[in-house]
Antibody, heavy 120, light 110 residues
Framework: QLQLQESGPGLVEPSETLSLTCSVS??????????WGWIRQPPGMGLEWIGS???????HYGPPLKSRVTISQDMSRNQYSLHLYSVTAADTAIYYC????????????WGKGTLVTVSS | QSVLTQPPSASGTPGQRVTIFCSGS????????VDWYQQLPGTAPKLLIY???QRPSGVPDRFSGSKSGTSGSLAISGLRSEDEADYYC???????????FGGGTKLTVL
């Protein structure tokens, strides 16, 4: 059974970089059938797609955060990471790592999510 | 302001049928598949319907989805108390080149 687990600091200071890692078990991220991505949800609000990475390293980012985000992968550890730069309080959210099906792009697996608070 | 439009709330009594609509445009729902996700309180969202009307393994057939033009809909029949959750629609948007979500519909079982 595929499992995704987010890890990283729960508190980040304004203007710093938010960095999270997703550890994948039960399947390889080197698989052309899927994209590996991030979605966030501010407390009490809706879902926002951040971006995703394909097995060949190709990345795709949503326009609102495109200038501040990088997603990378570590095949040897079967992990991928999110880096969000110059954060503000508006970036406070639950961050989910997810798997998207290539082609139809539905999100078929979600991590449990991790709350990241931006505050000094 | 979400790209896809859903009613903020819906309700029904046990056993009833409830339908939640999701309105989009020609660049998202009109051109691509619609998915639906269920988010129970305090948990991560879960895929409920994909490619407009397909159910993942384990999702009861009380849940069904459809698409017509630039709108999608999620129907829940035989409503149960455990269906009380937030429901989100989603689709790829070709113009924005990103995945877009509806604002979510909070379903209350009275």
């Amino acid at each position: 059974q595929l499992q995704l687990q987010e890890s990283g600091p729960g508190l980040v200071e304004p203007s710093e970089t938010l960095s999270l890692t997703c550890s994948v078990s039960g399947g390889s991220i080197y698989n052309s059938d899927y994209y590996w991505g991030w979605i966030r949800q501010p407390p009490g609000m809706g879902l926002e797609w951040i971006g995703s990475i394909y097995y060949n390293g190709r990345t795709h980012y949503g326009p609102p955060l495109k200038s501040r985000v990088t997603i990378s992968q570590d095949m040897s550890r079967n992990q991928y990471s999110l880096h969000l730069y110059s954060v503000t309080a508006a970036d406070t959210a639950i961050y989910y790592c997810v798997r998207e099906v290539s082609g139809s792009r539905e999100v078929d697996y979600w991590g449990k999510g991790t709350l990241v608070t931006v505050s000094s | 302001q979400s790209v896809l439009t859903q009613p903020p709330s819906a309700s029904g009594t046990p056993g009833q049928r409830v339908t939640i609509f999701c309105s989009g445009s020609s660049s998202n729902i009109g051109a691509n598949y619609v998915d639906w996700y269920q988010q129970l309180p305090g948990t991560a969202p879960k895929l409920l319907i994909y490619t407009n009307n397909q159910r993942p393994s384990g999702v009861p057939d009380r849940f069904s989805g459809s698409k017509s033009g630039t709108s999608g809909s999620l129907a829940i029949s035989g409503l149960r108390s455990e269906d009380e959750a937030d429901y989100y629609c989603a689709a790829w948007d070709d113009s924005l080149s990103t995945r877009v979500f509806g604002g979510g519909t909070k379903l209350t079982v009275l």
